[in-house]
């Protein structure tokens, strides 16, 4: 399990730039940690996305994520995700259900600085169209600072057997022990048409704390 996913990682950070990007999107993540109890956590998640230059309604999606630190460098997630989505130009609106697994391997680290990689499988089940799996994974090298956590990232994800990417960077701050906030930035190709710049924003609420768990 751990070589498919650091195999899979490594093909992300090489997937191919196919695609020019023509738009600007803005991506807005919140979540709420509930640690339960020693190693697991649940969390809530919800997250807002615009299109088309940020001037219109893309996405929104809700759902809860359960985490499990199964070993020091090894962790299990799984989730649901509930997501209304606007399509682009005519503006229709669908509505998908998405549930998902995976694991994420820490393959690295030093005193500062830690390299992640996961991998997750994804079933999809959009309202009134067949639905379909999608197979991803990621490679993330996280580098702690004085002026917060700074992380790169590069994700390669299957779909249908074509391969694209996703490309991040950015930093989180903790502003005091419950709450945590990041800024970054994602290249994020398409299984066709264009790729968009994403300008991201991150939140996060530590609601009850027990044991913190490797969530990077």
Known sequence: M??????GALAALLAPNRLAAEDV????????????????TLQLHARVRTF????????FRVGPILIWQAKPRF????????????????????????????GQYRVARGETWSVDARGMLER???????EYWRWRNRAMLN???RIGELYVS?????????WFGQYTSGLKWKVNPRVTLGAGYE??????????????TYFQWSAYHHVPPHTN
């Open 2 to 7: 751990k070589q498919l996913i650091l195999a």
């Open 143 to 145: 580098k702690t600072t």
């Open 154 to 162: 590069g994700e390669g994800l299957v779909h249908r057997g074509v």
């Open 124 to 130: 999809f089940i959009p309202a009134g169209l067949p």
């Open 52 to 59: 088309e230059d940020i001037g219109a309604f893309n996405q």
């Open 75 to 102: 962790t299990v997630l799984a989730g649901y995700y509930f997501t209304n989505q606007h399509a682009r130009a005519l503006h229709t609106s669908s509505t998908v259900q998405r549930l998902w697994s995976g």
């Open 25 to 40: 999107e803005s991506l807005h993540a919140f979540h709420v940690n509930l640690d339960f109890k020693p190693g697991w």
């Open 187 to 200: 290249y994020r190709q398409t299984m066709s048409g264009p790729a968009s710049h994403v300008i991201g």
